[in-house]
């Protein structure tokens, strides 16, 4: 069951849409959603771009996306419902608030007639609620005044739905006595709005019939539901206390990123330092000084950040630093659309920088999976004492699911001992490379004896001092790259979901916030008889030691993008296999039946393919 | 722990690279004296620079050092201080390195006070791009980039360093070596950012640019010593004086003025208007110039406050536990048979903060 929540950018949507969400955790549903907001704050009120959505799906298996077409729609004026009708399923359920389809609104969205009364929308299941005066019937005695009243609304809404579904109500009244506790009035009247939604519901004839969702059978454990920013930071967290380090996240606010900064910033506890520096570059430039006072130092910005960071990642390169650098990717180019997911930084993040200066780069596949990789992008920095990109995207970064909690007291040690003592005859070689992983000693300043000068000169092999030999710079440029390329031994190799004992027909490769889609979408075209299998990178560069030799296995390779063909360039580059894309710059995720479409394109309609057989 | 050093102590073993003449040598000299005399180990000092001819100078000191991005040596050096308040951090930068590609990042560190030393070598020229002018060139100057002229209006690093809300502004001269000295001891001792202007010959780009400040004849008319406590009077007999009038300093000659009217330097004014009024005796060493410290004040370093929120959340909260942070948004417990056995009251994070509310 696919429900999506649209309304002014004003209208609480975003709070209606979570809150739903929490109450349908609590009752054990499966869920992946999908919040979309305008870039603007508040664009005008009742236009198309106004409209701000959250989309959730629940059901009782365990589900990978925020779902395609959704199956009921809440509109809360002519503009959301405009904007988000096409997408609704035929035969699906529209509540609307009546009492926003007047003149004025209609004609802001660009309706002639009236849609609830021209009969346009007489496939669907249409409820009509006059919330406005409900709402403010609901609230007029708990003291809130003037435009607070109507701002209730949207809890008006939910109280509708949890009706409808058959939530639980405790969880939002609690929240609502929670989060409003320093405004009483404001609890009050969102409870009060709440509970007559939920009234509302069960005492009109229109929305007799009820939906059921069951819970979901997930496996044995305990869950919390979290958004990819948030799993983010806690996974750096954790990687501070696998590595034994204090963490510092220095880093300018953007958007999709911010989040990241706000959840770390309330953890002082944990020793956590964050630095909200003047700029994208005092962001990455504190967190190279940070890393070399020894901290797990991590910055973290969205494409025109990371761009400005250029120059000081391959800085961090030079003097082979640890660093993280998250990229939460977002639509461009330029300030392009900031509330919108893109993949389209994957070639910049392989090669966007001047010089010889590979890097590793590691993609977060789900919202949860943000936990694991950030410990895993901090692991490969501190062991290689390299700079890392770890790409997520807006798609991740504020999409949610439910994580199965892991054992914090089973996280890998990835500490890394710091140098102590004079590494040769000679003194200390800052530039003496471990003989296994390529890596230079980590000495921090307060280590007496092992003072030491570091830039963005080209140094010469061991000791460290500024060379201009042309020898030294080719062995110094091969050495930086042996290091990173190497790296893919020490990575798990790729694996592949297979539908059967011998390889599929078809291989579906991805990497990033794709993977619930790609998922998805093979799991329906094997029940639709298809032999597709899927892998999924998450290690961009360097590529997984085995990735040749499982895409030889295969006749026909597709890997779906949203970008015009990154990784499809790179596989082909590098493996010369004509492997073909699914390409897709909308600003927004794969729908499931876009790939399984490609699949069908592909490998023909499932029935035509049993006869071949 | 203390040491004893000599100067050679933090000599490094690299061969120093400036041109011959060049005042980045004394000045180089001055900050290993300086350091020596501290007797701290030099294991505790990180030197942090820019790009430009003054920040070779990590090469050469015997200390840890990174010699990092044109302009970002300050966001390098504040990543360093507010992780490890426990070293000592230098910043040593240029006219162009501060002033012009890296302004943003010497304001901020500045107006934050976070526990840096940062030197200036100001000799109002690009000399390792070889001899373009610079954002403190005069109005006018003739260069390789400016061949009719100037016509960029220079910064007064001073008055730059006041209006950025600098706790410790100075001023010395690269020859001056006793002064360099004194200004380095005060600014080792200050808690927070201390600014340092030094006025460094490029004897080959821009030869001579601080004559009136160095020369045997012009010096004695031209240098405006601020001394703490002392009325501001210079010349060779003191017969020039420095007063306020309507909010301006200005220069008077002292016997025509009642000599209570003469200001009395008091770097400690937690008002700057003062200083900034005396930073604007002159825009650049082209007359009678003040040297030494115009402003310092003290106020909490950025490091110190954030280690205090630190303390006090683990003070309130105790340590942090991981176990308990992932559960902070509410959880529920799938049994074996895959069902939903108990619930949280909070089973789901926020939305995005970026959307409507």
């Not at chain 2, 110190?304 to 308990?324: E, F, N, R």
């Amino acid at each position: 069951m696919v429900i999506r929540f649209a309304g002014d950018s004003g209208d609480g949507m975003q709070v209606a849409g979570a809150r739903f969400t929490a109450a349908s955790a609590t009752f054990g549903n499966d869920l992946a959603t999908l919040p979309s907001f305008p870039a603007e704050i508040r664009a005008p009120a009742g236009t198309l771009p106004g409209v701000s959505s959250f989309q959730v799906q629940i059901a009782d298996f365990d589900i990978l996306t925020a779902g395609d077409a959704p199956d009921c729609l809440v509109a809360m004026n002519p503009a959301a419902l405009k904007k988000n009708l096409p997408d609704l399923k035929p035969g699906g359920t529209v509540i609307v608030n009546t009492e926003a389809f007047d003149e004025r609104n209609l004609a802001k969205a660009g309706y002639e007639t009236n849609p609830l009364e021209d009969g346009s929308l007489q496939s669907y299941r249409l409820i009509q609620v006059p919330m406005e005066s409900l709402t403010k019937e609901a609230v007029k005695d708990t003291g809130v005044s003037g435009r607070d009243v109507l701002r209730s609304k949207n809890f008006f809404a939910l109280g509708l739905l949890a009706w409808l579904f058959n939530r639980p109500t405790e969880p939002t009244i609690e929240w609502c006595e929670q989060k409003f506790k320093n405004k009483p009035e404001v609890a009050a009247a969102n409870i009060a709005a709440f509970k007559a939604g939920y009234n509302f519901g069960i005492t009109t004839d229109a929305t007799r019939v009820t939906f059921e969702v069951k819970p979901a059978t997930l496996p044995p454990g305990t869950y919390t539901n979290v958004t990819g920013n948030i799993a983010l930071a806690w996974g750096l967290i954790a990687a501070a206390q696998a590595a034994d380090l204090p963490l510092f996240y220095g880093t300018y606010p953007i958007t999709p990123a911010s989040d990241i900064l706000h959840e770390l910033s309330r953890h002082r506890n944990f020793g956590v330092k964050t630095f909200q520096a003047e700029d994208e570059i005092a962001a990455i430039g504190s967190t190279i000084g940070a890393a070399f006072a020894g901290n797990l130092a991590v910055t973290g910005s969205s494409g025109p950040g990371i761009a400005l960071k250029s120059e000081a990642i391959s800085l961090a390169f030079m003097t082979e630093l640890p660093l993280v650098v998250v990229n939460v990717q977002r639509a461009g180019p330029s300030t392009g659309m900031p509330t919108k997911p893109e993949q389209s930084d994957l070639l910049f993040s392989l090669y966007g920088r001047h010089g010889e200066s590979p890097v590793p780069v590691l993609a977060i596949a789900s919202p949860s999976d943000a936990f694991d990789a950030a410990i895993e992008a901090a692991r490969i920095a501190l062991k290689y004492m390299t700079p890392v990109i770890l790409l997520s995207d807006n798609h991740i970064a504020n999409g949610s699911e439910p994580w199965r909690l892991p054992d914090v007291d089973e996280l890998p040690d990835i500490s890394v001992p710091f140098a102590t003592v004079p590494n040769s005859e000679k003194g200390f070689l800052p530039y003496l490379r471990d003989f296994e992983t390529f890596s230079r000693p980590w000495a921090i300043p307060g280590t007496p004896g092992l003072e030491h000068r570091i830039g963005g000169l080209e140094k010469e092999a061991n000791t460290g001092n500024v060379s201009y030999d042309p020898d030294n710079h080719q062995l110094m440029t091969d050495s930086r790259a042996w290091k990173v390329a190497t790296i893919a031994n020490d990575i798990p190799p790729v694996e592949v979901d297979q539908a059967g004992d011998e390889p599929g027909d078809l291989l579906i490769l991805g990497w990033g916030s794709t993977f619930g889609a790609i998922k998805a979408a093979v799991r329906r075209a094997r029940n639709a008889g298809h032999a597709v299998d899927h892998a999924h990178l998450r290690y961009l560069n360097p590529f997984p030691a085995n990735l040749g030799e499982v895409l030889r296995r295969y006749e026909r390779i597709l890997i779906p993008e949203l970008n015009s063909g990154h990784l499809l360039r790179l596989v082909r580059a590098e493996f010369l296999i004509p492997a073909i894309g699914l390409n897709k710059i909308a600003g927004e995720p794969f729908r499931i039946a876009e790939i399984e479409a490609r699949i069908d394109e592909i490998l023909g309609e499932p029935a035509q393919v049993a006869a071949r057989r | 722990m203390t040491v004893t050093h000599t100067r050679a102590d933090f000599q490094t073993d690299q061969e120093v690279r400036w041109c011959p003449g060049c005042g980045d040598y004394t000045i180089l000299a001055s900050v290993q004296n300086f350091l020596a005399s501290l007797n701290r180990p030099r294991e505790q000092f990180v030197f942090v620079s820019g790009i430009g001819c003054s920040s070779r100078f990590p090469y050469y000191m015997n200390t840890y050092g990174i010699h990092s991005i044109h302009g970002r040596a300050p966001a390098v050096a504040t990543g360093i201080a507010l992780t490890r308040p426990d070293l000592s951090v230098w910043v040593i930068t240029g006219d162009g390195d501060a002033l012009s590609i890296g302004g943003n990042h010497l304001i901020h560190a500045m107006r934050r006070n976070v526990n840096l030393k940062i030197l200036l070598f100001n000799n109002q020229i690009y000399g390792l791009t070889k001899g373009q002018y610079s954002p403190t060139s005069e109005p006018g100057k003739r260069t390789k980039s400016s061949p009719h002229g100037s016509i960029d209006h220079p910064f007064n690093p001073i008055s730059l360093a006041l209006g950025a809300e600098a706790t410790f502004v100075a001023r010395t001269l690269d020859m001056d070596r006793e002064h360099t000295t004194e200004i380095l001891q005060a600014a080792y001792e200050h808690e927070g950012t201390a600014f340092i202007e030094i006025y460094q010959n490029c004897n080959v780009f821009n030869d001579k640019a601080f004559i009136q400040l160095t020369g045997k004849e012009e010096r004695v008319h031209n240098r405006i010593n601020l001394e703490a406590g002392k009325p501001i009077t210079f010349g060779p007999n003191g017969e020039k004086a420095v007063v306020l009038e309507g909010g301006e300093a200005k220069i008077v000659d002292t016997a025509a003025v009642d000599p209570g009217r003469i200001l009395v330097h008091d770097p400690t004014r937690s008002d700057p208007t003062v200083a900034f009024a005396l930073s604007r005796l002159s825009h650049g060493p082209y007359g009678p110039t003040p040297l030494g410290i115009f402003r310092k004040v003290r106020r909490p370093t950025y490091e110190s406050l954030l280690d205090h929120q630190v303390a006090t959340a683990i003070a309130k909260q105790g340590p942090g536990d991981l176990a308990t942070l992932i559960r902070s948004h509410g959880t529920w417990t799938v049994d074996a048979n895959g069902h939903a056995v108990e619930a949280g009251a909070n089973g789901a994070p926020k939305a995005g903060s970026n959307g409507a509310g």
